[in-house]
């Protein structure tokens, strides 16, 4: 059985994830930026995105209460 996927692929449009979409104007930006790197090191697809989620988690941790 094939695993479920974690997190949504962008759309060829460039859509963004819906936690991503909620996020700021910076936040959305640089997980483009994230993707496009991503996507040129690993290729289209899951590792891809999870990368670029990585590097967003990195650059804008939550701070205060959680």
Do not use: I, W
Not at 36 to 41: I, Q, T
Request: aromatic share 8%; proline share 6%; net charge positive.
């Amino acid at each position: 059985m094939p695993r479920s996927r974690r997190y949504n692929q962008l759309s060829p449009a460039g859509e963004l994830p819906g936690t991503v979409q909620r996020s700021s104007p910076e936040a959305q930006a640089a997980f483009r930026q994230a993707r496009e790197d991503a996507v040129r090191v690993y290729g289209q697809g899951d590792l891809a995105d999870r990368a670029a989620y990585a590097t967003l988690k990195k650059e804008f941790e939550k701070c205060g209460d959680h």
